[in-house]
């Protein structure tokens, strides 16, 4: 029997190749704060170009005066690529919203407040997220009243309750003669983090902390998790929380990992393959770094523990064999006493890198084992290697692969959370979805049908939309009150493309819920998105082979695979 500990219904979502990002070198002038606050306010700024406003639906394009975009974009001082000037000079010239919005980049990329690289890909789209446009207004109007940008971003007040008076929910503070700052987590209360201000907007700069980019490695359903979870203001907690500081150096620490992870000053390691990791903010490529070697630790952990119980199982069966029988038992038993310590030994070997073999059956990620228990191997000499393109353990556990939405969230101290079959159970999905407060206490990751294949191949090109893919979901409403659904490619986390709900169940196939309330804590049982039966168990998920039998307590335990 195969041991399969990470078994689920979602399909795990994996590798891919993207291009690589063109290389955007920058030649910023720093701004007095005396000549920024002469700068007109967004709004005002907006209407001395003839533009309307920001708003949350976005405009459609209205006429505007002839503009010299290539002198927007000499006086801004910042050198583009050969793309990225076209995009930005077709932006200009459209006048349009979008116009507004990439003139007011421009002199935040001047003044050094951000870096190209933030706001390239909304260039290329036309289109941001709510949340970085919002962040992006803060810099601007910050920078136009004269004032620092990272004094707005984390204000400084007197006292605790003040900040939770002042803050929104997901905001940070300051208070002032403390060091740590404080996250507001909800409408009454704030939680202090252990980090400092300056730690703090080195992490998650405003703005980029919105724009992240997954790169030429398999960990789309890692990626979009991260996003995910940043996005929503009572989640993006986990976040912060998973880091602590000393002096300039940071270790991660997720609240259900297997380890601790050190970065000296506050910065992932130079050593790592560039491709292989996201484009975005420090701390969230610190994160999925962290996830990396976290998955090696938690590979180690499994493999001793498996390979434990079968020893004991072993020595069982032993005791109580006789004759023929026994002596097949104690063979048995000393090859897998062999294999942990050839393991153990293995390990310790720094010329070595090893992983733990995995079978892939589709949709489903298994410990693979013979005779004399769990196998494992040198990397370079793993099926799953293919052509030695890795090299780390912890690239190849975070994306040779692939992985699971719910998994992350689970590791990072998530408990109320629930996987869902939309080709079974829509009908308990939707009603869901259409609750007006959804998106307050829930967020919801989801996976795109592998249509036959197990590459990503564009389905819905314009909204971003690929098979076999993890996205970042978020249900809403319409003007005339039908349901829609809002989708975030991990391959671009500063665009948000909208579809009907019926192709949204036509795409997917697979959801994650997970209550943002069930952060570092067990939810009583009724305030879970689920019911159990007398044994703890979820009602209805334990129907087919395959599936995964879930528990209050945010644990699961797997069951038979699919029979072949």
């Not at 997220?129 to 962040?135: E, G």
């Not at 975005?280 to 938690?298: F, H, M, P, Q, W």
């Amino acid at each position: 029997m195969k041991v399969n500990s990470i078994q689920s219904v979602m399909p795990f979502l994996g590798a891919k190749e993207v291009k690589k990002e063109n290389k955007i070198s920058q030649n910023t002038t720093q701004t007095s704060p005396q000549q920024l606050a002469k700068m007109p306010s967004a709004e005002t700024f907006q209407a001395m170009n003839g533009i309307k406003p920001r708003t949350k639906n976005r405009p459609t394009p209205i006429v505007h005066s002839n503009y010299d975009a290539a002198k927007a974009i000499a006086d801004a001082g910042v050198m583009l690529s050969k793309e990225d000037f076209k995009n930005v000079k077709n932006v200009l010239s459209r006048g349009d919203e979008q116009t507004s919005n990439v003139m007011m980049q421009l002199s935040l990329i001047k003044s050094g407040d951000i870096e190209p690289s933030t706001v390239s890909h909304y260039w290329e789209t036309g289109k941001m997220n709510d949340n970085l446009a919002k962040d992006l207004d803060m810099v601007y109007e910050a920078r136009k009243a004269g004032k620092n940008p990272a004094d707005v971003y984390v204000p400084t007040v007197k006292s605790q309750k003040e900040g939770n008076a002042k803050t929104k929910i997901g905001d940070v503070f300051k208070v002032a003669d403390e060091d740590k700052i404080y996250v507001k987590t909800s409408k009454k209360d704030s939680k202090q983090l252990d980090m400092d201000k300056d730690m703090f907007v080195k992490l998650f700069p405003p703005a980029k902390r919105f724009t992240t980019q997954q790169q030429s490695i398999g960990d789309c359903y890692l990626v979009s998790t991260l996003n995910t979870v940043m996005q929503n203001p009572k989640a993006r907690v986990a976040l912060y929380d998973a880091f602590h500081q000393n002096g300039k150096d940071v270790t991660v620490k997720f609240q259900n990992g297997y380890g601790e992870y050190k970065y000296e000053n506050a910065e992932v390691p130079k050593d790592r393959v560039q491709k292989y990791s996201l484009k975005g903010s420090t701390g969230i490529r610190i994160l999925e770094d962290a996830y990396g070697l976290d998955s090696v630790n938690k590979a180690d952990v499994k493999f001793r523990e498996i390979m434990g119980q079968k020893i004991e199982a072993k020595k069982a069966e032993v005791a109580n064999s006789t004759g023929e029988q026994k002596v097949k038992a104690q063979k048995s038993l000393e090859g897998h006493e062999k294999r942990l310590n050839d393991y153990i030994e293995a390990k310790k070997d720094p010329s070595r890198t090893i992983v733990v073999c995995r079978d892939d059956n589709y949709y489903n990620i298994y410990y693979e084992e013979d005779e004399n228990g769990l196998k494992f191997a040198d990397l370079k000499n793993d099926p799953d290697n293919k052509s030695d393109k890795f090299h780390s353990a912890a690239d190849f556990y975070r994306g040779a692969l692939g992985g699971y939405n719910f998994e992350v969230l689970e590791r990072m101290g998530f408990g109320g959370f629930r996987q869902y079959n939309l080709d079974l159970e829509e009908k308990t999905v939707t009603p869901m979805l259409k609750k007006d407060n959804f998106n307050e206490d829930f967020i919801m990751t989801g996976g795109t049908r592998a249509g036959g294949s197990r590459v990503e191949n564009p389905v819905a090109k314009s909204a971003g939309i690929y098979g076999f893919h993890a996205y970042t979901l978020e249900p809403h409403k319409d003007e005339k009150g039908e349901l829609k659904m809002r989708c975030t490619n991990p391959w671009n986390t500063s665009y948000d493309a909208d579809i009907s709900y019926k192709d949204f169940l036509k795409y997917y196939d697979s959801v994650s819920i997970i209550d943002v309330n069930s952060y570092g804590k067990k939810l009583p049982l009724e305030k879970q998105p689920y019911k159990y039966d007398k044994d703890g168990a979820v009602v209805g998920d334990n129907k087919n082979d395959g599936e995964v039998i879930w528990f209050k307590n945010g644990g699961r335990k797997p069951v038979l695979p699919h029979k072949k």
